[in-house]
C-alpha cells in the first residue's frame, strides 16, 4: 500500500503562483510514475502532469509552459510549480501514483486551487 499527501494549495490572484507538493510513504519502491491531476466543478478528472522514476515527463497541453513537474525520488516527493496561474486553473489538484506492478493506483485526498480574477 502507498499512502499519498498533498500540500500547497490555497487562493491566488490570476498571474499568480502556486508549488504543490506530495509525499508519497509505506510501500514507495513499487512507485514507478507520480502525477498530478485536476479536477473542476462539473467536469472530469483530468492529467495535468506526470514524470516516472527516471523522469520522463508528460504534461497536458494546458500546462505547458506554465506548470513545471519535478520529483525527488530520495524524498518520495513529486512536486508541481504552478506559474502565470488562471481563473480556468481552479480545481481540486490530486497527486496520483502508479505502481510497476498490475494494483490500481494510488490517489490523494486532494487539495484546492483557487484563482481568482
Known amino acids: 500500500q502507498v499512502q499519498l499527501v498533498e500540500s500547497g494549495g490555497g487562493l491566488v490572484q490570476a498571474g499568480g503562483s502556486l508549488r504543490l507538493s506530495c509525499v508519497a510513504s509505506?510501500?514507495?519502491?513499487?512507485?514507478?510514475?507520480m502525477g498530478w491531476y485536476r479536477q473542476a466543478p462539473g467536469k472530469q478528472r483530468e492529467l495535468v502532469a506526470s514524470?516516472?522514476?527516471?523522469?520522463?515527463?508528460n504534461y497536458a497541453d494546458s500546462a505547458k509552459g506554465r506548470f513545471t513537474i519535478s520529483r525527488d525520488n530520495g524524498k518520495n516527493t513529486v512536486y508541481l510549480q504552478m506559474n502565470s496561474l488562471k481563473p480556468e486553473d481552479t480545481a481540486v489538484y490530486y497527486c496520483?501514483?502508479?505502481?510497476?506492478?498490475?494494483?490500481?493506483?494510488?490517489w490523494g485526498q486532494g487539495t484546492q486551487v483557487t484563482v481568482s480574477s
Open positions: 514524470i516516472t522514476r527516471r523522469g520522463t515527463i
Open positions: 509505506g510501500n514507495t519502491a513499487t512507485i514507478n510514475t
Open positions: 496520483n501514483a502508479e505502481s510497476y506492478y498490475s494494483v490500481p493506483p494510488y
